[in-house]
């Protein structure tokens, strides 16, 4: 459905009142009636937009919101009957309005919120939720601090909070920045190891000649004891008796270090 | 229009409430904050008070995108006899100002009542109410 500049507001309501009756003929076939319910859901969607727009600050995603108003607008082109007078807009926002309201009453909190506010939120959700059942509209403040046992301005600063749930993703971008992601340090794993690598060969310095040249070609250089003996003249034993020695010393400082 | 807006200007009425504000886009939390406060206080029900703020956010958007520079927007709410009604004014570049969008006519119209937007000596002033339910006891 075109709505370029040329359609007028009459031109529209008009286009608008066909469709409905094709959605409503009886005679009507299935593709027609889809074709007539796509075509008015596609020229109400800027109205959809309109008002999704201005509850996207609450920090809900704007798709999700818009979403949730187009569905209220096919509740609204389903449940729409031409007949009782009320132009189709009156009827639509409403409906829109409350397909919005319900899907950020039914969000939940995406951040920790202090438990102290989070009883009073229940508590004043069921107090409103009972009180718009008996009464058969929704409820005044006043009346929902009575029936909670809340404080009236309590009620009040709920209601506030309740529609501001923002967090950012962790690899949104603001506008001319990197995303926040890459601003975000991250543990670097061989950082333990730089630190015992430097006590180490603090503890290592401190060693006879002969004990630091036994670790050395053990640990560093990566040579079998028999290696190693062979290396520096001596039995397989030996060198095994002088790594053990050594390392126990090492260990000992170590720990005389932490 | 004119008359009720000089009335309100000069009435020391307990129940009008009167916030001023530069024209700019962030201030429109603090009129929606007063807007739902005054609704709550003059017993609207909660999704009353969800179309006031609404309406609220409808009205200071058209205001501000036709407000002179530098300006600041002067809005008036009033609770009488069970009626919230809001003025909301703010002077204007040039009296030759467009329309408000269709969209935003037609979600305020589904909101409030009594929907007005006059051009009064170089300012816009919108102006709009809410009844209290009948089966409220106030």
Redesign the interface.
Known sequence: MSEGPGTS?DERLAIERELFDVLRTPGATDSERANARDQLIEMHL??VH??AR?YAERGEPMEDVAQAATIGLINAIDRYEPDRGVAF??YA??TI?GAV?RHFRDATWSVKVPRRVQELRRKIDAA?DALAQE?G????????SKRADVD?HDV?DS??LSRVRETSQIDATPPGGAPLADRLGDVDSSIAGVEDAETVRRLLAALPEDERAVITMRFYDGLSQSQIAERIGVSQMQVSRLLRRSLTKLRADVDGAN | MLSRWLNAQVSSSPDCVRVEFPAQTVNMAIARAVAAAIAARADLTVDQIEDVRLAMDETLSHVMSVAAPDSSVLCEMCVTDGIVSASIRCPVASPDIPEPNPFSWTVLSALVGDVDVTIENNSIVMSWSVARDSSVQA
């Open positions: 507001d800027p109205l309109h008002i201005r807009s009156s926002v409403p309005i309201r409103h009464l509209r929704s409820p005044t403040v006043a009346e929902i009236f009040l209601m506030e």
